[in-house]
Antibody
Framework: QVQLVQSGAEVKKPGTSVKISCKTSGYIFAAYYIYWLRQAPGQGLEWMGVVNPVDGGTSDTQKFRGRLTMTRDTSTSTAYMELRSLTYEDTAVYYC?????????????WGQGTTVTVSS | DIVMTQSPLSLAVTPGEPASISCRAS???????????LDWYLQKPGQSPQLLIYVASTRASGVPDRFSGSGSGTDFTLRISRVEAEDVGVYYCMQGLQTYRTFGQGTKVEI
């Protein structure tokens, strides 16, 4: 079955970086964008960016520009998200989700979420 | 950026009764294809969000037919024909017209 399995919870100090993986299975990796989103404690959903699995092209929001890197490894069907210069406000659950490349289909499968806690 | 506004933000429902949530976009979500790029997601307690409706009115795979979506342009509605206990959680609308996706604030549905 289709799965997006994310790496485990992380505790990081302010100013450091975190890298989260999203391992996909059960479908053709090249056929779906991978989106990254996050949810701060008690808050709503926030879109961070997207990576194209075919060419590795990315798009993200101005809010994270310069701190966010999204990559993918087609040999393992895995996407990665690295966020640098962490602050307490980056404490959140981070999700990956997929959406079809060739037509709009909504984000139909999500990862289980990765909790990132920024604490000194 | 497209601003998404949901109402109400909280909704107490009775099992077996209908419920509806509204979502308004700050600009039209109508794509050149003719579809409205508006999704509805449900986040059940302690779970990842799940897709309910895409392009405003198409139910995602496996979604019960008691859920329906309608609307066009800037105004959209999610309806539950007969609420069940398992429908509790936070419902979000999301625009997919711009690459930078934006969500409504969420509507918390409780029994």
């Amino acid at each position: 079955q289709v799965q997006l399995v994310q790496s485990g919870a992380e505790v990081k100090k302010p100013g450091t970086s975190v890298k989260i993986s999203c391992k996909t299975s059960g479908y053709i990796f090249a056929a779906y964008y991978i989106y990254w989103l996050r949810q701060a404690p008690g808050q709503g959903l926030e879109w961070m960016g997207v990576v194209n699995p075919v060419d590795g092209g990315t798009s993200d929001t101005q809010k994270f520009r310069g701190r966010l890197t999204m990559t993918r490894d087609t040999s393992t069907s895995t996407a990665y998200m690295e966020l640098r210069s962490l602050t307490y406000e980056d404490t959140a659950v981070y999700y990956c989700a997929r959406d079809k490349l060739d037509y709009y289909n909504g984000m139909d499968v999500w990862g289980q979420g990765t909790t990132v806690t920024v604490s000194s | 950026d497209i601003v998404m506004t949901q109402s109400p933000l909280s909704l107490a429902v009775t099992p077996g009764e209908p419920a509806s949530i509204s979502c308004r976009a700050s600009q039209s979500l109508r794509h050149s294809s003719g579809y409205n790029y508006l999704d509805w997601y449900l986040q059940k307690p302690g779970q990842s969000p799940q897709l309910l409706i895409y392009v405003a009115s198409t139910r995602a795979s496996g979604v019960p037919d008691r859920f329906s979506g309608s609307g066009s342009g800037t105004d959209f509605t999610l309806r539950i024909s007969r609420v069940e206990a398992e429908d509790v959680g936070v419902y979000y609308c999301m625009q997919g017209l711009q690459t930078y996706r934006t969500f409504g604030q969420g509507t918390k549905v409780e029994i």
